[in-house]
Structure formats: C-alpha cells, structure tokens
C-alpha cells in the first residue's frame, strides 16, 4: 500500500473546516473495519484512510506544523500500513471499568507471543505477528499492532461468501471465535489489492 507523505495532509486551517465530513466518512469505513472478539477485545483493520485520519488528528490536537515533527508521525503511522499481500489491525484490549483496569491487563499477559490470534478461511488459518515492544515480563499495552498474510487460496474465501471465514483468539481461558461479515471481507480485498484510498 502507497506510503502517506506530507503531500496527503492537508494544512490544520483547512483540516478543521473539513474535519467534521471527513471524521463521519471514516467513522462509517471503521465500522466496516472493526470487529469484536467476544467482550473484552475489538481489533480495527487499517488502511491509508484509516491511517491518514490518525495523523491529521494527532497534528491538530498537538498543534504540529514543524516538518520534521510531521515526518516523525507519517513514520510512525506509515509502519502500521499493510504490506503487498498483508493485512493489518490495530487490536484493543477495551477495559470499561476503571478499578478492573490491571487485573484485566494481567490476564492477557503473552496475547502477543505464539500463535493466539488467527483468521480461518475455509479451515486454513494463518496467525497474527504482533508488532514488537508492546509488553514487558509485568506489563502490557492495552493497544497492539498486527499483521496477518493469508494465502491465495485464503483470499479466494474472502471473496466466495458461501465460504465461512472467521477471526479467533484462544489466550487462558479466553476463547472467542467469530464470523466476518461481507463488508470485512471487501475491505479485507481492497487492502490485498493495495487499491483501498477514499
């Protein structure tokens, strides 16, 4: 997928007199995005729109205008666009209670190490590689990066929706496994493609 550059950003003026179109555009194209995994975790599957909305927000609400500073966070974000043949999720771990916070963080201590989170297409399945560097041996994050490769014969499922196609976690003794619908899958093609831009 084509790197975001300074080139797709637009200036903090005319961001914020357009901020309110584009925010409701990529609300609807998150919804297509985002899945949830049973009560606890939610993953949202980016693309450069996905992406380039998280800059220009960052660079409003922090009031970034220096070109080296922009180019640090198109870095930054830039590395969570999916490769050719690659899809990629930003994926929540979404605590609603305050005094649960860490004790519900604990049990998902090792959820980025070994084979916990997959999609299955059709009963072939293909394991997420969390980005490195989100937790420590008594800590971790509540937001994780990863990446997925499904097969050729994987994206064929994708597209034939009379093939089952699912999204599971197994990590202690949660066990979450759930269809994705029709509208995934599409994005999930797009993104395979390269050809997801608004």
Do not use: C
């Amino acid at each position: 997928m084509k790197m975001i550059t300074a080139d797709d950003l637009i200036s903090h003026e005319a961001y914020e007199q357009q901020r309110e179109s584009f925010r409701a555009t990529i609300i609807a194209l998150k919804q297509r995005r985002r899945i949830s995994l049973g009560s606890v975790i939610t993953m949202v599957f980016e693309n450069r729109d996905t992406l380039r909305f998280q800059i220009q927000e960052m660079l409003r609400a922090e009031r970034i205008v220096d070109p080296v500073k922009v180019q640090d966070e198109l870095d930054v974000y830039n590395a969570l666009l999916p490769e050719q043949n690659e899809l990629s999720a930003t994926l929540l771990i979404e605590i609603t209670h305050e005094a649960t916070i860490q004790e519900t963080l604990d049990q998902f201590m090792g959820l980025d190490h070994g084979d916990k989170v997959a999609i299955i297409a059709n009963g072939e399945e293909v394991f997420g590689e969390f980005e490195g560097g989100r937790s420590h041996d008594t800590k971790i994050s509540a937001v994780h990066f990863v990446r997925f490769r499904p097969t050729a014969s994987m994206k064929r499922s994708f597209a034939d929706l009379t093939q089952p196609v699912t999204i599971r976690v197994i990590h202690g003794g949660y066990h979450e496994e759930v269809p994705v619908p029709g509208n995934m899958r599409e994005e999930w093609l797009a993104d395979l493609q390269g050809s997801a831009e608004l």
